[in-house]
């Protein structure tokens, strides 16, 4: 099943490129990678586009901390805080590579929900320019300015690790995401900047305290692109009942991560994970938010996810295994792309 085709709240790709090599290695993405999307995992699974994530990365170690999140329980320190002299060329060099592979007609940069539809019914891989971490925005918000100018429309004020305007939830299973201090006032700022130019905020990696800010403060929906239920799986990047209710109240939406560790029961971050696991995740959303507010967010080329739907081009299992669950094709459609279209359509104003 390659239909509905599916529009994706996040992935990594574009980091992934950034550091095989840059725009060097961008063709990659058209001629086949090792890794979880290009074109052709697209075309085979009917991946019609998503967030594309432009992530500045700190020095780490993937591996150990892959293999620390295999733990029954753990708690990784977070990264020091990136000042935003430092991020903003490796912004630069991500969002060249994003440009680059529309230069190529690899995909298309779209800044509405219009231009989505258009790229969906195409066939053309329809990409929102999406920053995860504000570390690139200055206190006075004059990147922002810039960057909205070429096409940014979807920020996450926090990777978990802290910025000058909030704080992030760290990598620890089991908590809840009540953790620390919430926006600083720049983090208020830049929510009201964002909602004036037509930019959605992502509350997904903000701890609890930055997401009832970001609640206060916004007047748009609240949107979380890549987080899972506390109710099943009980990690700090996982969202509970409560701020489910406030996302519903908003009139937002929640995409599912397919990121194992918050799937899991025990949080391991393993592969070992049945697709039931996910449809569990998605029956709890729709309980909790109604069929209008759930998506899908993978975390492609982002973290391990289950066998099954381990690139693009398994998302035919994903498919099969939601009819065979029951779902009708009313809810097949809105699941795949439309309540991310309509949502967008509501925070982008068209």
């Given at each position: 099943m390659?239909?509905?085709?599916?529009?994706?709240?996040?992935?990594?790709?574009?980091?992934?490129?950034?550091?095989?090599?840059?725009?060097?290695?961008?063709?990659?993405?058209?001629?086949?990678?090792?890794?979880?999307?290009?074109?052709?995992?697209?075309?085979?699974?009917?991946?019609?586009?998503?967030?594309?994530?432009?992530?500045?990365?700190?020095?780490?170690?993937?591996?150990?901390?892959?293999?620390?999140?295999?733990?029954?329980?753990?708690?990784?320190?977070?990264?020091?805080?990136?000042?935003?002299?430092?991020?903003?060329?490796?912004?630069?060099?991500?969002?060249?590579?994003?440009?680059?592979?529309?230069?190529?007609?690899?995909?298309k940069v779209c800044h509405s929900a219009a231009d989505i539809r258009v790229?969906?019914?195409?066939?053309?891989?329809?990409?929102?320019?999406?920053?995860?971490?504000?570390?690139?925005?200055?206190?006075?918000?004059?990147?922002?300015?810039?960057?909205?100018?070429?096409?940014?429309?979807?920020?996450?004020p926090v990777w978990s690790r802290p910025t000058i305007f909030g704080h992030g939830v760290p990598f620890r299973f089991p908590s809840d995401p009540d953790i620390g201090p919430g926006l600083t006032d720049h983090g208020i700022r830049l929510v009201k900047r964002c909602d004036e130019l037509g930019v959605m905020i992502d509350v997904s990696h903000l701890n609890a305290a930055g997401f009832w800010d970001v609640a206060r403060h916004s007047t748009k929906p609240l949107v979380a692109t890549h987080s899972n239920a506390h109710g099943i799986c009980p990690h700090s990047r996982n969202l509970t009942d409560d701020q489910l209710a406030a996302i519903k109240e908003s009139d937002g939406m929640v995409g599912l991560n397919f990121a194992a560790a918050f799937l899991r029961g025990d949080g391991r971050?393993?592969?070992?994970?049945?697709?039931?696991?996910?449809?569990?995740?998605?029956?709890?959303?729709?309980?909790?938010?109604?069929?209008?507010?759930?998506?899908?967010?993978?975390?492609?080329?982002?973290?391990?996810?289950?066998?099954?739907?381990?690139?693009?081009?398994?998302?035919?299992?994903?498919?099969?295994?939601?009819?065979?669950?029951?779902?009708n094709d009313i809810l097949m459609t809105k699941l795949c792309h439309e309540n991310w279209l309509r949502v967008l359509e509501k925070t982008w104003g068209s």
């Open positions: 390659k239909t509905p085709v599916i529009f994706d709240g996040h992935n990594d790709v574009l980091l992934h490129l950034y550091e095989a090599g840059g725009m060097a290695t961008s063709e990659t993405f058209l001629t086949g990678r090792d890794g979880a999307i290009d074109q052709a995992k697209a075309t085979a699974g009917g991946f019609g586009g998503g967030f594309f994530a432009i992530y500045v990365p700190s020095p780490s170690n993937y591996d150990v901390k892959m293999q620390e999140m295999t733990k029954p329980s753990y708690d990784l320190p977070l990264p020091a805080a990136i000042g935003w002299k430092e991020a903003l060329p490796k912004v630069m060099a991500i969002a060249a590579i994003l440009f680059n592979l529309e230069n190529k007609g690899a995909l790229s969906l019914s195409k066939g053309e891989i329809a990409a929102i320019f999406h920053i995860e971490g504000a570390e690139a925005i200055d206190p006075d918000l004059h990147n922002l300015e810039v960057l909205y100018r070429a096409g940014l429309r979807s920020i996450g971050m393993v592969d070992d994970v049945p697709l039931e696991q996910m449809l569990r995740h998605i029956d709890y959303l729709i309980n909790h938010l109604g069929e209008d507010r759930v998506g899908f967010g993978s975390d492609y080329d982002g973290a391990i996810v289950p066998k099954g739907v381990a690139t693009a081009a398994d998302l035919t299992n994903l498919r099969q295994a939601m009819v065979k669950h029951g779902f």
